[in-house]
């Protein structure tokens, strides 16, 4: 199976330019389909300037391919308006319609569209940090429009042959709370858990570690939620408590060495 996108690409800054931008040639894109037909990462590349990361301009985002050592390029989702520029988004949710919890080889690859809700996957994750020293910020929203964000100055993943284990996870600043404590956890799917059955208890693939603080990947329940349903929502416990399941969640990665 194979998703092919045409697209116009359009070089341009901000939206107000594109009005008069020049329109270049109509191009098309194979898209890879990732794993089985469940699982797959649609993308429309809207710029094809070879890129290692994120451009760092302000205001410049949109989806763009980079290349990393060690895989073929690929497409990534950058944002530039929720804490400035070159991030990259490893991860959206906006609501209920993609599926999150799923398998090994699923997170391995990646799934979703980057134009909506989506993982890029962590083989991609791994070789993104292992390319240059990265930050990691998580971006929340609840349901009343209040917003907030964990930033962690340094963030490392290693490769699936150490179960994806997060090795290096830095300093923490922002008003969510610091409720990524998981530094050296491996990542957990039901297929591949070993954290004392963390994957089925929160009904979420993470780097689980005792089962603590945080679900970014757990069942999307929209806002607050029964507690006999357990510690299975979408949930950031430091900031709306442990049955509150978050409206928005974006993480996003930089290169340590962009943008002030």
């Known amino acids: 199976m194979k998703v092919v996108w045409i697209y116009l690409a359009v070089s341009c800054l901000t939206i107000i330019k594109c009005l008069n931008a020049e329109i270049l040639p109509t191009s098309k894109f194979t898209d890879e389909v990732i794993g089985d037909n469940s699982s797959t990462l649609i993308s429309s590349i809207e710029n094809i300037k070879t890129l290692t990361s994120c451009p ?5 985002e949109g989806i763009y391919e980079i290349t990393v050592p060690g895989l073929r390029p690929f497409p990534v989702l950058c944002n530039a308006q929720i804490a400035g520029a070159g991030y990259a988004v490893i991860a959206s949710r906006s609501n209920a319609e993609l599926n999150f919890y799923r398998n090994w080889k699923d997170f391995k690859n990646g799934f979703g569209d980057l134009s909506a809700d989506f993982f890029l996957g962590l083989d991609k994750l791994h070789a993104i940090t292992k390319s240059q020293a990265h930050e990691l910020y998580i971006h929340l929203e609840d349901f009343n429009g209040n917003k907030r ?9 290693e490769n699936e042959l150490e179960f994806y284990k997060m090795s290096k996870l830095g300093a923490y600043s922002g008003d969510a ?9 491996q990542f957990y799917t039901f297929d591949r858990d070993n954290e004392k059955s963390c994957v089925a208890k929160r009904r ?11 679900n970014l990947f757990g069942l999307y329940y929209g806002g607050d939620y029964r507690k006999d349903l357990g510690d299975t929502g979408l949930t950031w416990e430091h900031w709306r408590g442990r049955y509150y399941s978050y409206k928005i969640m974006k993480m996003m990665v930089r290169p340590k060495s962009c943008c002030p």
């Open 56 to 60: 760092q301009e302000f205001g410049v």
């Open 149 to 157: 964000f964990a930033r962690y100055d340094e963030f490392y993943i």
């Open 177 to 185: 709370g610091a409720a990524f404590a998981h530094k050296n956890a």
């Open 204 to 214: 979420g693939a993470w780097w689980h570690n005792a089962c603590t603080w945080s």
